[in-house]
């Protein structure tokens, strides 16, 4: 059974302070992991891993991926309180590109 | 660019009745999907169509169906809606394998 799991489920941190986001994977025919951030609605796009060992970086956002150990890791610094939401990781399957989500990580920032 | 537009936003229902929710996207992808979240579970597939005329099922179908009408539009129908189908739906859709999927906004379904 295809499995995406995610750590921790919820955290708590103060504005400033770096995070960072643990997903692991266990699936068939994958091809890629997705990480998602959620506020109210629809789920938006951060990053898509494709190769291990490349980290991708989109402003005080980073995340990489370990083909070897099946896992990635979303890190935040100087984080804000706009960066409070869900965290979604996914693994998306080879054919038809379907995704199997992890529960997701809640992440709120105190001021 | 509107991107996927889901309707209705919201929907009260009561046990045994049926509700289609409808998807539909502008951004010409040729992939459309639908998913359920619910609390600490994450998102679910329910039903998903590669390409336009087929339809497949994900890992939660049991209690839906679905229509790829054309391209753009991919409809989720409750025949007869139960209690455990309360959730939050999500259509998405995809270009290609090298893009992520892009979402609606979501239907909140509650069954009473």
């Known amino acids: 059974e295809d499995k995406v799991v995610q750590s921790p489920l919820s955290l708590v941190v103060h504005e400033g302070d770096t995070v960072t986001l643990n997903c692991s994977y266990e699936?068939?025919?994958?091809?890629?992991l997705l990480w998602y951030k959620q506020e109210k609605k629809a789920p938006t796009f951060l990053f898509m891993l494709?190769?291990?060992?490349i980290e991708k970086k989109s402003g005080r956002l980073s995340s990489i991926l370990d083909k070897k150990e099946l896992f990635s890791i979303l890190n935040i610094t100087a984080t804000q309180t706009g960066d409070s939401a869900v965290y979604l990781c996914?693994?998306?399957?080879?054919?038809?590109?379907?995704?199997?989500f992890g529960q997701g990580t809640r992440l709120t920032i105190n001021p | 660019n509107a991107g996927v537009t889901q309707t209705p936003k919201f929907q009260v229902l009561k046990t045994g009745q049926s509700m289609t929710l409808q998807c539909a996207q502008d951004?010409?992808?040729?992939?459309m999907y639908w998913y359920r979240q619910d609390p600490g579970m994450g998102l679910r597939l329910i039903y998903y169509?590669?390409?336009?005329?087929?339809?497949d099922k994900g890992e939660v179908p049991n209690g839906y169906n679905v229509s790829r009408l054309n391209k753009r539009e991919f409809s989720l129908r409750l025949e007869s809606a139960a209690p455990s189908q309360t959730s939050v739906y999500f259509c998405?859709?995809?270009?290609?394998?090298?893009?992520?999927?892009?979402f609606g906004d979501g239907t909140r379904l509650s069954i009473l």
């Open positions: 996914a693994a998306g399957l080879q054919g038809a590109q379907k995704l199997v």
């Open positions: 699936v068939t025919n994958f091809r890629s």
């Open positions: 494709t190769s291990s060992g």
């Open positions: 951004m010409n992808h040729n992939s």
């Open positions: 169509s590669a390409s336009e005329g087929t339809t």
């Open positions: 998405a859709s995809l270009r290609d394998s090298t893009q992520p999927q892009h």
